[in-house]
């Protein structure tokens, strides 16, 4: 079993939310969280200290702590706004352009996901900006309906990676579906809107989706860790996602990335 870890660009800056609810709810969350016990006061007071910063992303302290631990991550950057994914653009093509610099790997979040028009607007649009001529996506949200993988191989993407279930990689046309296995937000907000589970709840949890998934014969274990949380406002999150990598190395587990799965499947197949 192979491990492919990617990220999802959510946000960038917080001002890109003044004309939605993200900023009101992120605070609500935060206060909810806090007297539920949750986060600490200083994981809070590290919230809310972060609004004035104006950032809310961590994408070069990921590509740094991936590359001092040789995982080829790839990260997923929308070219569209819904649902709470607002930034613009401009900013989008900035870090398009600068994770692809630092060599690491992108794909497009995907926002349409059932109108093949609109689908094929974002293709050609991230295709212009990053001039990349084979690139795969994840929807946000993992939003997905009976024809969107057929939508994505007639698009022209070589792999999506939405549908979450315990399942091998598998091909529609020429497109290749490398189902999802973990995502941090199902884990620590488990059956909930907030945080909910400790650091070791996350951990035991963890350990039993991945030896699952190595009995069940998974070939490519994918982890979905949003660079949201690489941060100390999001203390426990990232806590595990360093353990997470360091326990996957300590089982002897190898890491892989989308391209390369690809190229291994193409010659088995």
């Known amino acids: 079993m192979k491990i492919i870890i990617s990220h999802d660009v959510d946000h960038i800056t917080v001002w890109e939310h003044k004309k939605d609810l993200i900023i009101p709810k992120y605070l609500a969350r935060n206060m909810i969280e806090l007297m539920s016990g949750a986060i600490r006061g200083k994981e809070c007071c590290l919230r809310f200290i972060g609004l004035f910063k104006n950032k809310w992303h961590n994408i070069e302290e990921l590509i740094d702590f991936d590359g001092k631990e040789s995982i080829p991550s790839t990260f997923f950057v929308a070219v569209d706004n819904a649902l709470g994914l607002h930034y613009s653009l401009k900013d989008a093509e900035f870090w398009i352009k600068k994770i692809l610099q630092k060599r690491c790997d992108v794909g497009l979040h995907g ?32 939003r997905n309906n009976n024809n969107t993988l057929e939508y994505l191989n007639n698009a022209g993407y070589i792999f999506d990676s939405t549908l979450f279930k315990f399942q091998n990689p598998f091909k529609v046309g020429n497109i290749w579906e490398f189902p999802l296995h973990i995502m941090d937000v199902y884990l620590f907000n488990k059956n909930s809107h907030w945080q909910n589970q400790t650091l ?69 197949s």
Do not use: P
């Open 200 to 268: 070791q709840q996350v951990k035991d949890e963890t350990k039993i989706i991945v030896d699952k998934s190595y009995r069940k014969g998974i070939k490519y274990f994918t982890i979905l860790f949003h660079d949201r949380h690489f941060s100390c406002s999001f203390k426990r999150w990232k806590d595990w996602y360093i353990w997470v990598v360091d326990y996957l190395k300590n089982n002897g587990l190898e890491f892989t990335n989308y391209r390369e799965a690809i190229r291994e499947l193409e010659k088995e």
């Open 111 to 142: 926002i349409t996901f059932n109108n093949y028009e609109n689908i094929k607007n974002e293709y050609n649009t991230f295709k212009e900006i990053s001039k990349l001529n084979d690139f795969g996506i994840r929807m946000h949200y993992l």
